[in-house]
């Protein structure tokens, strides 16, 4: 679990093929002090796991379902990563919850910038749009924001200047490729929602028993 504040930008020092999909070695300035083998860690919102450390760098190992599904696989040597630990007891709750599962990959449609901050506009597939709500939560390559606007297939957020500096949204050009996780309390709801109208439609539907039969008809 993490809060989307980002702890800070790492970069891409090695990438390794493996058997099941590929090895990160992310060089750090600071959070490598903090981690141990088998911690998880964000890495542009996606969770991963320390499976080595050397020094300042370590190295996360990543499955071919995790590139599939998220910006991973077009990382390259050099490129700069959103970084943050797992939620510890004592962490302040400065953004939201976030469990490093990403939901699907968005894209930059816009980027105005303003005086003191810029507007990002970003894509994204419409069966995600019941997720979203006005002023809500969603975390964008780790980085828990809120939602300014929402349209039927695209949203957009207001960052101020902090936020896009110790970020790699510094680095963002429009057409580049994010990770998108909506907010677990919308889909828990949705669960919760679904599962009660099927369990409803079951019990219409479901057949007797030749005793609960018996026990329903009206006695003389």
Do not use: W
């Not at 980085?143 to 949203?155: E, G, R």
Request: charged share 20%; net charge negative.
């Amino acid at each position: 679990m993490f809060t989307g504040i980002i702890q800070e930008k790492g970069k891409i020092f090695q990438i390794a093929n493996s058997i099941d999909g590929k090895k990160f070695s992310i060089e750090s300035k600071n959070i490598f002090k903090e981690l141990e083998i088998g911690d998880s860690v964000a890495v542009n919102g996606v969770c991963q796991t320390v499976v080595e450390i050397n020094k300042n760098i370590f190295t996360v190992d990543t499955v071919n379902e995790t590139l599939k599904k998220t910006t991973l696989k077009d990382l390259k040597i050099g490129a700069s990563v959103n970084l943050e630990t797992a939620v510890l007891p004592t962490t302040k709750m400065g953004g939201h919850f976030v469990q490093g599962h990403i939901d699907t990959v968005g894209n930059i449609l816009q980027i105005n910038k303003l005086q003191n901050s810029a507007e990002f506009l970003f894509s994204f597939s419409p069966q995600f749009r019941k997720y979203l709500a006005t002023t809500g939560s969603i975390a964008i390559d780790g980085v828990s924001l809120t939602t300014a606007q929402i349209f039927d297939s695209s949203f957009k957020v207001a960052l101020i200047p902090h936020t896009i500096e110790t970020t790699i949204f510094t680095n963002y050009k429009i057409g580049d490729k994010v990770n998108l996780e909506f907010d677990i309390i919308g889909k828990y709801v949705e669960s919760i929602l679904l599962y009660s109208a099927n369990s409803r439609v079951n019990e219409e539907f479901e057949p007797k028993s030749f005793l609960s039969s018996f026990i329903d008809q009206p006695q003389l």
